[in-house]
């Protein structure tokens, strides 16, 4: 069975610094998709980034990069000049379903992240 | 990017009443929705898996007699709550996807069974 693990229940940071969430999975797939989701108090889920398993760059989108470890499975999202918008609950997530990016979902247990300013 | 809408976003009723939810994707047709239930603070926990034109497939321990799947279009979604009571109280979301776009998601619904 699939997991993904988040260690960090809670982190916080001051507004235009530079913060990373951990995230550690399990898959017996070979190609897949990897997503951070990002869910503010609003309670609407964003796809905030993706990256497939196949391709060595790490994938950025403006602030937010990842820093994906194959081997070790290991796919953390780093917010660089945190802005108080970035408060929200952050989930890094899974597909099951042959590893694409239209299966289900294996959530993590997410993160709270509060930006202080 | 995709879009999914949720309505209502929040709905307040009696208890032994049903309610229904919509799920629409307003821009790509979704072969594949996705119902969701939410505790504060919580992840998401997967209820069932709608395909277009069959039966939901729905996660152990999730009553199918209770919350009713309809799947009648590649655009549309409904989640009803069969008879409520105040432990269905939960924050409901939806997501779709298709072959080239990944899970999107609804705003979500509060219910709130009095």
């Known amino acids: 069975a699939q997991t993904v693990t988040q260690s960090q229940p809670e982190m916080s940071v001051q507004e235009a610094e530079t913060v990373t969430l951990s995230c550690t999975y399990d898959t017996s797939e070979s190609n897949y998709y990897l997503f951070w989701y990002k869910q503010p108090p609003s309670r609407q889920m964003i796809l905030v980034i993706r990256q497939e398993a196949y391709k060595q760059q790490n994938a950025t989108e403006n602030r937010f990069s990842v820093n994906f470890q194959k081997a070790a499975k290991s796919f953390s999202l780093k917010i660089s000049d945190s802005q108080l918008g970035d408060t929200a609950m952050y989930f890094c997530a899974l597909p099951n379903a042959g590893g694409t990016s239209y299966g289900k979902l294996t959530f993590g247990q997410g993160t709270i992240l509060t930006v202080h300013p | 990017g995709a879009v999914v809408s949720q309505h209502p976003s929040r709905v307040i009723c009696k208890s032994g009443t049903s309610v229904k939810i919509e799920c629409r994707s307003l821009?790509?047709?979704?072969?594949?929705m996705f119902w969701y239930r939410q505790f504060p603070k919580k992840s998401l926990m997967l209820m069932a898996t709608?395909?277009?034109?069959?039966?939901?497939?729905?996660e152990q321990g999730v009553e199918k007699d209770k919350f009713l799947i309809n799947h009648a279009s590649l655009t549309l979604s409904t989640l009803t709550v069969t008879s409520a009571h105040p432990e269905d109280s939960s924050f409901y979301i939806c997501s779709a996807v298709s072959e080239y776009q990944p899970q999107h998601f609804g705003d979500g619904t509060r219910l709130s069974i009095l």
């Open positions: 821009d790509f047709q979704a072969t594949t």
């Open positions: 709608s395909n277009e034109g069959s039966k939901a497939t729905y």
